[in-house]
């Protein structure tokens, strides 16, 4: 009897043992799966990218405009096929614990619909009174699709298919005729303005929010709220909090948001400065896009710590988000530059 229930009780360690091993198994899989997903996705170049969806449609040259659609069409691809796929919508592990790829993807996902709400609204356009493009008109919405949808339909069958619709809208820049209406592009200084309005809103928003990080952030210096009736003088401009601190669990999403959102731009700049080149070197601006460029590639070097540093400004540890923002907003003060430079005759 005693020899039965040693046996037994070696069993049932053996059957605890077995499975111990398997959930530590299973955890090192999603670990290391979970980093390889997490990773960020390497910057393309625009040209050879557009060159190669040219070739892919039997095409040599890449009109005006082709290179900026093929740029958004890929980075929507990216998004979508880099490694682990579209991560937001996972609703199973580890995609469901990695909130950092996917605040990644948000921020991209932002730029990208701004992209391509001027390139419907002003880059495809004539004027005003013109009509939209219909490849276009299709396209757009799809990308304003919510972002974290896991069926029914699903993020990705929504993106694809405003994918599809860029591309068919690149097809007829190459090839029109008869039934198939040529596709405009319109590389002009009031365009690109347009857009460039909408960039610095995007960046300053960015930028603020980064720098809510420290301590102190909830308070805006010069913003105040007046008594009705009253005079500033006589309520004394009392400050009121409108903008809290990012709460600690939240610092490194809104960092990698930020990132996201940078690596999305600094090719729609690339692409912008390739179909726009004649506008800027007219209005020489050239210079101005290159220290965008220069200042978003600044916020994409590689990060050293495993987790988002939130030192004090002069403390021990460096303070990723504010020097995030630092070069956010030297990128903001370069697009204001821009937008001046576009709105002038």
Known sequence: MAASDTLQDIKSKGILWGFGVLALIVLVVLFVLGAWWGSEPNQFNVQEEALLRAKETNNTE???????????????????????????????????????????????????????????????????QSAEDTDLAVAEPYFYYEH??????????????????????????????????????????DNLWQYVEVVIKRLGGLSTRLSASTAGAEIMPGMA?????????SNQAKTVP??????????????????????????????????????????????TVDIMIKSLENALAPILSPMVLNGGGYGLFANYSLTMATYIARCNAAALDLRDIMNRG
């Open 148 to 189: 974290n949808s896991w069926a029914l339909p699903s993020t990705e069958a929504e993106y694809e298919k405003g994918i599809e619709a860029l591309h068919k809208y690149m097809l007829r820049l190459h090839k029109y005729g008869g039934p198939v209406k040529r596709a405009q592009f319109y590389s002009r200084a």
């Open 62 to 128: 890449m009109p005006l405009g082709y290179t900026y659609a093929n740029t958004l069409a890929h980075i929507a691809e990216v998004l979508l096929h880099k490694p682990g796929g579209y991560i937001t919508n996972d609703v199973a592990p580890p995609g469901v614990f990695l909130d950092n790829i996917s605040s990644w993807e948000f921020g991209a996902l932002v730029m990208l619909r701004d992209a391509a709400s001027a390139l419907r609204n002003h880059f495809a356009r004539d004027q005003s």
């Open 242 to 287: 409108i903008l809290g601190q990012t709460p600690w669990l939240e610092i490194d999403n809104v960092f990698y948001e930020a990132r996201g959102a940078s690596w999305a731009l600094l090719h729609i700049l690339r692409a912008i400065k390739h179909d726009f080149h004649d506008i800027l070197l007219d209005k020489r601006a050239m210079n």
């Open 225 to 233: 709220v007046l008594e009705p009736g009253s005079t500033r003088e």
